[in-house]
């Protein structure tokens, strides 16, 4: 990862073959403006306290097949402004299928959580199971699904990816600053050894 | 909390009415040893790694109602290990629906992953996100669900778990290591401060030695030089500069004069008054000699009794007068200067020389102006002579019978009292 300054990464992947599974996702994750103002108008008009915190703000985009949405994934990734996670359909005609998008995403964004949207009829469980293995980062979401079902896992998966972010990066400070201190000491002790011959 | 930021936190909590739903997260979350067996014994016969990594063996805990788990929770959390997360089904009469239950364990543990499980009849959506939505730490399950469903919503929730908590406990790590890297630096710091300290002392006290070194080097080249007596230039420390100003006037062809001075009858006063005055009496004629001097005058003990002076760049014609300054200023004086001796008189002869007269060594002038004292003291004594050569320009000492030449003008009375 090139780029230190996403502390908040709300970035969204939708790859669906289905141009109206888009706007779906788009009306659910990114609201018209005026209904959060509306919550605040109403709060300022009655005295209330608004009932839920704002919606986070996310940034998404879309695909229509599993090999355009890898291209996109991999460029992100490369100019250090990677996805948080993406929503996979499971079946896209006439490319990749969900488990072949999911292995290909993995191999160019290791850090990408995703979810998998699919019918109870689409794929044998056994097969999904062997493929992806032991996964922390792969959710399944059934079909229908209700907004509040995609909201939440918006919510709470790009706050897990930012959860791991920070967690690499403390690590990564952690390793910096260590060294620097090492170094630091090792030059201190080396003028004092100097210091002490003079 | 006690638990390590390495270990995994696998516990899970099912908060569900129904038995047979309990029976399917254990089926789900448990995976059977059989299970396992078999995939090894795969991976052993085929030589092929197993597929699904080894299941997580998740620590499940079902209870039937809300405040049941409430208490589960609280006493997890007393013991140091929280639950990672909680299934939590949207109906359970008689007690707290989900909703009530997860505004109650959040209350406990604001850290509980939470994944609420309702079926489409429940139609709850509009409370749940009225109440508990635009959270990041619930999620929806439909019912029915998959068993893959619940695997992956329990792996990825309690990683998640593990994540926040990693943050949280790196930022106490890095807190902490930042507050023992400090401390170290600190300690070296004053190590440091303290190993200056003692080395500037050490560099000022190696300063003051060597001071006093140098000081006394001063001291020993003053007192190795110095006549102790009368403080005046040795004999060795007079000639060595008497040969720099000679050299010094032949370089530059200036006159150089060379005057010798000897106590008259110095055995006299000895044997008259004992060593102690005759040690006086050179102190006396030392200080009345030095007394008359100009600043780039030398004067220096020659030996006993005798004294050897220099006036560098000195013109012959301006000698006269400096010798017989000095001759008066000894008889006039040195006597006095002597306290433990009344009414002592003391005078001396004097006979000088100048570069002019042609001594080619330093050696040379002096004896030259030996000679003219010799003839000061066959002269009567206290008095000043000048070797005054017949021809002038050739080496006076050559010269058969070396001439010289009275300055003293003789005095009317009888020079045998003297």
């Given at each position: 990862?090139?780029?230190?300054?996403?502390?908040?990464?709300?970035?969204?992947?939708?790859?669906?073959?289905?141009?109206?599974?888009?706007?779906?996702?788009?009306?659910?994750?990114?609201?018209?403006?005026?209904?959060?103002?509306?919550?605040?108008?109403?709060?300022?008009?009655?005295?209330?306290?608004?009932?839920?915190?704002?919606?986070?703000?996310?940034?998404?985009?879309?695909?229509?097949?599993?090999?355009?949405?890898?291209?996109?994934?991999?460029?992100?990734?490369?100019?250090?402004?990677?996805?948080?996670?993406?929503?996979?359909?499971?079946?896209?005609?006439?490319?990749?299928?969900?488990?072949?998008?999911?292995?290909?995403?993995?191999?160019?964004?290791?850090?990408?959580?995703?979810?998998?949207?699919?019918?109870?009829?689409?794929?044998?469980?056994?097969?999904?199971?062997?493929?992806?293995?032991?996964?922390?980062?792969?959710?399944?979401?059934?079909?229908?699904?209700?907004?509040?079902?995609?909201?939440?896992?918006?919510?709470?998966?790009?706050?897990?990816?930012?959860?791991?972010?920070?967690?690499?990066?403390?690590?990564?400070?952690?390793?910096?600053?260590?060294?620097?201190?090492?170094?630091?000491?090792?030059?201190?002790?080396?003028?004092?050894?100097?210091?002490?011959?003079? | 909390?006690?638990?390590?930021?390495n270990d995994q936190n696998l516990r899970v909590l099912v908060i569900d009415d129904n038995q047979t739903i309990h029976e399917d997260f254990r089926r789900i979350l448990q995976a059977k040893a059989e299970d396992k067996n078999l995939d090894q014994a795969r991976a052993a016969l085929f030589g092929d790694p197993p597929r699904v990594r080894e299941l997580e063996r998740f620590e499940l805990d079902c209870v039937y109602q809300g405040q049941a788990a409430l208490t589960l929770v609280q006493r997890a959390l007393k013991e140091g290990r929280p639950y990672a997360m909680a299934f939590v089904d949207?109906?359970?009469?008689?007690?707290?629906?989900?909703?009530?239950?997860?505004?109650?364990?959040?209350?406990?543990?604001?850290?509980?992953?939470?994944?609420?499980?309702?079926?489409?009849?429940?139609?709850?959506?509009?409370?749940?996100?009225?109440?508990?939505?635009?959270?990041?730490?619930?999620?929806?399950?439909?019912?029915?669900?998959?068993?893959?469903?619940?695997?992956?919503?329990?792996?990825?929730?309690?990683?998640?778990?593990?994540?926040?908590?990693?943050?949280?406990?790196?930022?106490?790590?890095?807190?902490?290591?930042?507050?023992?890297?400090?401390?170290?630096?600190?300690?070296?710091?004053?190590?440091?401060?303290?190993?200056?300290?003692?080395?500037?002392?050490?560099?000022?006290?190696?300063?003051?030695?060597?001071?006093?070194?140098?000081?006394?080097?001063?001291?020993?080249?003053?007192?190795?030089?110095?006549?102790?007596?009368?403080?005046?230039?040795?004999?060795?420390?007079?000639?060595?500069?008497?040969?720099?100003?000679?050299?010094?006037?032949?370089?530059?062809?200036?006159?150089?004069?060379?005057?010798?001075?000897?106590?008259?009858?110095?055995?006299?006063?000895?044997?008259?008054?004992?060593?102690?005055?005759?040690?006086?009496?050179?102190?006396?004629?030392?200080?009345?000699?030095?007394?008359?001097?100009?600043?780039?005058?030398?004067?220096?003990?020659?030996?006993?009794?005798?004294?050897?002076?220099?006036?560098?760049?000195?013109?012959?014609?301006?000698?006269?007068?400096?010798?017989?300054?000095?001759?008066?200023?000894?008889?006039?004086?040195?006597?006095?200067?002597?306290?433990?001796?009344?009414?002592?008189?003391?005078?001396?002869?004097?006979?000088?020389?100048?570069?002019?007269?042609?001594?080619?060594?330093?050696?040379?002038?002096?004896?030259?102006?030996?000679?003219?004292?010799?003839?000061?003291?066959?002269?009567?004594?206290?008095?000043?002579?000048?070797?005054?050569?017949?021809?002038?320009g050739a080496n006076a000492l050559e010269q058969v019978e070396p001439q010289v030449r009275r300055i003293t003008p003789l005095l009317s009375g009888p020079p045998d009292s003297r």
């Amino acid at each position: 990862m090139k780029n230190d300054t996403t502390t908040d990464n709300r970035r969204i992947l939708v790859i669906d073959d289905n141009v109206s599974i888009h706007e779906d996702f788009r009306k659910i994750l990114v609201p018209p403006k005026d209904s959060d103002l509306l919550d605040q108008a109403r709060a300022a008009l009655f005295g209330e306290t608004p009932s839920l915190p704002p919606q986070e703000h996310y940034e998404i985009e879309f695909a229509h097949q599993g090999r355009e949405g890898c291209s996109l994934v991999q460029s992100a990734h490369r100019e250090g402004h990677p996805y948080a996670m993406a929503f996979v359909d499971m079946r896209m005609p006439p490319g990749w299928n969900g488990l072949e998008t999911i292995e290909h995403l993995w191999y160019v964004d290791p850090d990408l959580e995703i979810v998998i949207c699919t019918a109870y009829s689409d794929h044998p469980w056994e097969d999904v199971s062997r493929r992806i293995g032991n996964t922390d980062k792969l959710l399944i979401l059934m079909k229908p699904f209700n907004s509040i079902e995609v909201v939440q896992l918006a919510n709470s998966i790009t706050k897990k990816w930012n959860l791991r972010h920070s967690v690499q990066r403390c690590a990564q400070e952690l390793l910096v600053l260590l060294k620097d201190m090492q170094e630091f000491m090792a030059a201190r002790r080396q003028e004092a050894r100097a210091g002490v011959r003079q | 909390m006690t638990m390590s930021a390495n270990d995994q936190n696998l516990r899970v909590l099912v908060i569900d009415d129904n038995q047979t739903i309990h029976e399917d997260f254990r089926r789900i979350l448990q995976a059977k040893a059989e299970d396992k067996n078999l995939d090894q014994a795969r991976a052993a016969l085929f030589g092929d790694p197993p597929r699904v990594r080894e299941l997580e063996r998740f620590e499940l805990d079902c209870v039937y109602q809300g405040q049941a788990a409430l208490t589960l929770v609280q006493r997890a959390l007393k013991e140091g290990r929280p639950y990672a997360m909680a299934f939590v089904d949207m109906r359970m009469p008689p007690g707290w629906n989900g909703l009530e239950t997860i505004e109650r364990l959040w209350k406990e543990d604001a850290g509980l992953q939470v994944v609420i499980c309702s079926a489409y009849s429940d139609q709850p959506w509009d409370e749940i996100k009225e109440r508990v939505g635009r959270n990041d730490k619930l999620l929806i399950l439909q019912k029915p669900f998959n068993g893959i469903e619940v695997l992956q919503l329990a792996t990825a929730l309690c990683r998640k778990w593990d994540l926040a908590h990693e943050v949280a406990g790196q930022l106490d790590e890095l807190s902490g290591l930042v507050d023992e890297r400090t401390a170290e630096l600190q300690c070296s710091n004053d190590q440091l401060t303290q190993t200056n300290v003692v080395l500037v002392r050490t560099v000022a006290d190696l300063e003051a030695a060597q001071a006093e070194i140098l000081r006394q080097n001063d001291e020993l080249e003053r007192l190795a030089s110095r006549d102790s007596l009368t403080g005046c230039f040795n004999r060795r420390a007079f000639y060595a500069q008497f040969e720099k100003a000679f050299a010094e006037s032949c370089e530059h062809d200036t006159e150089l004069i060379c005057l010798m001075v000897d106590i008259d009858h110095f055995k006299r006063i000895n044997d008259q008054f004992g060593h102690a005055v005759g040690d006086q009496a050179i102190q006396a004629v030392a200080s009345c000699l030095s007394a008359g001097l100009r600043l780039t005058d030398t004067l220096g003990r020659y030996g006993g009794e005798e004294f050897c002076l220099m006036f560098p760049r000195t013109l012959l014609a301006e000698a006269p007068d400096l010798a017989e300054r000095l001759r008066i200023q000894v008889e006039t004086e040195a006597g006095d200067r002597v306290r433990t001796a009344s009414r002592l008189v003391i005078t001396v002869s004097c006979g000088f020389s100048s570069t002019v007269f042609g001594a080619r060594t330093p050696l040379e002038l002096i004896d030259q102006a030996d000679k003219a004292l010799y003839a000061a003291k066959e002269g009567g004594r206290n008095c000043v002579m000048a070797l005054d050569p017949i021809i002038a320009g050739a080496n006076a000492l050559e010269q058969v019978e070396p001439q010289v030449r009275r300055i003293t003008p003789l005095l009317s009375g009888p020079p045998d009292s003297r």
